[in-house]
Each structure stands twice: as C-alpha cells, then as structure tokens.
T-cell receptor, first 113, second 112 residues
Framework: DGGITQSPKYLFRKEGQNVTLSCEQN?????MYWYRQDPGQGLRLIYY???????QKGDIAEGYSVSREKKESFPLTVTSAQKNPTAFYLC????????????FGDGTRLSIL | QQQVKQSPQSLIVQKGGISIINCAYE??????FPWYQQFPGKGPALLIA?????SEKKEGRFTISFNKSAKQFSLHIMDSQPGDSATYFC???????????FGKGTLLTVNP
C-alpha cells in the first residue's frame, strides 16, 4: 500500500541530546512537510521541501533541522537547542502544484526523560 | 497572529444530529480551504475541500459552506454518528505556496 511511514511511534530524549525522526513515503510525491502538534494548538509547520536537496523554514523552525537527500525521505532532527520538544510530530507529503492535498503519516510522539 | 480561527473548541452532539464547526480567516489571498479529520494517535486525513469560487460543496454527510465576503467557512456533518467522533481541523492555503495554515481544531463527540 502507498503511504507515509513515520518511525518510531514513541521516542524519548534525554536533556541535551539530539534525536532524529524518520519519515518515508512511497507515493512518489515531490513535496514533504514536518508539523508539530501540541494539545489545543493545531498543527504548526516546522520545515517543508518541494524538491530533493532543497527545503525551507516554516513558522517554528528554531531548534530543528532537516535534510532531503532522497525523494522518498525527509528526516527531522530535534536538536538540544529546542527547549520544549515534547510534542506529537507529523510528516506529510503532496504532489507539487496548486491546492494539492497533503497526506499525513501517523506521527511520532516525542517525550523528554 | 492567528490567520485561521476555528470554533468551537469542543462540541457534543447526539447521534443523528447536525454538527457544525466554523472557521474564519483574515488573509484574502487564501484560495483553498480543506478540512481534515484526526482520530487519536493517528495523522489527519483529508475530509473535504473547497475553493472560493464555490459557495457550497457536499460529499455524503459532509458539507462545506463558504462565505467569501464574510471570510468564513463551515463544516456541517449531517446525521452525526459515534464513528464521527474525532478532532476536526480547518485549514487554508494560497496559490503562491504550498503551506497550509491550520485552525486549532474542534474535538467532536457524538453520543450514541
């Protein structure tokens, strides 16, 4: 089945550690996105990429980094500079072009030990 | 600045009733308005979407109403079922980029 796979489902981080969240898609989509979801806050865009080897900051990029070396993969690193990393992280992908729907993975829940 | 305001935060409806969720936006450059449904522990899934050249769009029990002059749009769920219990998000985007701006969500509970 085509879709978006996020791993792991649950992740724990110690203070001062960087952690990397995986996002893989087999939908052949050019565009990929990372969102952060906090209770009662909706989804906020962290980074997005419209093509391989190119990405742009979203609304809350501070403390995060990404790479886009392959079309199907868009990993997100939560660095130690992110002071409040506990959240539900969602990856999405879409066809590029006007008003194309975004398809979401089932998320990774990150907690701080 | 919150560009898409969604209300109510939570909603309880009896089975068979009508659920109504409202959203208002500020940026007149927005030209695409999707609604997403999210179940606990899952990612959001696209439910229905509308463009501003249409005032209403219906898909099964789900209808979007759009009022361009008031900069408002709403989701109506007819004959609400317990299986509709989920969090619903409205969103908006514009032609110039692919970024979606989301509302804060509405937790819908449909009692049997």
């Amino acid at each position: 089945d085509g879709g978006i796979t996020q791993s792991p489902k649950y992740l724990f981080r110690k203070e001062g550690q960087n952690v990397t969240l995986s996002c893989e898609q087999n939908l052949n989509h050019d565009a990929m996105y990372w969102y952060r979801q906090d209770p009662g806050q909706g989804l906020r865009l962290i980074y997005y990429s419209q093509i391989v080897n190119d990405f742009q900051k979203g609304d809350i990029a501070e403390g995060y980094s990404v790479s886009r070396e392959k079309k199907e993969s868009f990993p997100l690193t939560v660095t130690s500079a992110q002071k409040n990393p506990t959240a539900f992280y969602l990856c999405a992908s879409s066809v590029t072009g006007q008003n194309q729907p975004q398809h979401f993975g089932d998320g990774t829940r990150l907690s701080i030990l | 600045q919150q560009q898409v305001k969604q209300s109510p935060q939570s909603l309880i409806v009896q089975k068979g009733g009508i659920s109504i969720i409202n959203c208002a936006y500020e940026n007149t450059a927005f030209d695409y308005f999707p609604w997403y449904q999210q179940f606990p522990g899952k990612g959001p899934a696209l439910l229905i979407a509308i463009r501003p050249d249409v005032s209403e769009k219906k898909e099964g029990r789900f209808t979007i109403s759009f009022n361009k002059s008031a900069k408002q749009f709403s989701l109506h769920i007819m004959d609400s079922q317990p299986g509709d219990s989920a969090t619903y998000f409205c969103a908006a985007s514009m032609m110039s980029n692919y970024k979606l701006t989301f509302g804060k969500g509405t937790l819908l509970t449909v009692n049997p």
